[in-house]
T-cell receptor
Framework: EPEVTQTPSHQVTQMGQEVILRCVPI?????FYWYRQILGQKVEFLVS????????KSEIFDDQFSVERPDGSNFTLKIRSTKLEDSAMYFC???????????FGNGTRLTVT | AQSVTQPDIHITVSEGASLELRCNYS??????LFWYVQSPGQGLQLLLK??????LVQGIKGFEAEFKRSQSSFNLRKPSVHWSDAAEYFC????????????FGGGTRVLVKP
């Protein structure tokens, strides 16, 4: 069964550094998402992306965050200048059309020191 | 704004016993409801979904859930639990176009005793 893949599985970075989290959604999917889960807290929506543009973003998704689909397969989340509070598990998700459920990747655990 | 409450943080159940996980949601319109499971080190796997129609929905791994609009609930059940069902379970409600944006509950961690 096709799946969403995320790399790396774990990334450690220093505060103030830029990080790029990578995702390869399922190939025929059209809608792409990033969610995050801070340790001990709920999974939270960050951003949705469709037709090469952001369709919705949460208040968490400020100017430090950006998303890109640089080619036909990858979907990336960039954090420009990481803060300690960005430490979390980041999940990528994708889905096909209207009325289809989200498929999630295994996540990237980001640790900011 | 929508919200989801999972009242039980931990549940311990014996292998072979039945399991019910509670989920209550708050949403102004007809909700799209989901249950996801997360095993250690794994991503979120969809167990089942409710979009419309029959209020009792069947999912994978022998799970089912019942949508009760009057109680704003979407409880997950399994008649006989296996040791491999030990995991964290998340209920979610979808808002926007066909559940475009998910709001998750806090999760229920299920431990299975032999």
């Amino acid at each position: 069964e096709p799946e969403v893949t995320q790399t790396p599985s774990h990334q450690v970075t220093q505060m103030g550094q830029e990080v790029i989290l990578r995702c390869v959604p399922i190939s025929n999917h059209l809608y792409f998402y990033w969610y995050r889960q801070i340790l001990g807290q709920k999974v939270e929506f960050l951003v949705s992306f469709y037709n090469n543009e952001i369709s919705e973003k949460s208040e968490i998704f400020d100017d430090q965050f950006s998303v890109e689909r640089p080619d036909g397969s990858n979907f990336t989340l960039k954090i420009r200048s990481t803060k300690l509070e960005d430490s979390a598990m980041y999940f990528c998700a994708s889905r096909t059309l209207y009325n289809s459920p989200l498929h999630f990747g295994n996540g990237t655990r980001l640790t900011v020191t | 704004a929508q919200s989801v409450t999972q009242p039980d943080i931990h549940i311990t159940v014996s292998e072979g016993a039945s399991l019910e996980l509670r989920c209550n949601y708050s949403y102004g319109a007809t909700p799209y409801l989901f249950w996801y499971v997360q095993s250690p080190g794994q991503g979120l796997q969809l167990l089942l979904k409710y979009f419309s129609g029959d209020t009792l929905v069947q999912g994978i791994k022998g799970f089912e859930a019942e949508f009760k609009r009057s109680q704003s609930s979407f409880n997950l059940r399994k008649p006989s639990v296996h040791w491999s069902d030990a995991a964290e379970y998340f209920c979610a409600v979808g808002a926007g176009a066909a559940g475009n944006k998910l709001t998750f509950g806090g999760g229920t961690r299920v431990l299975v005793k032999p």
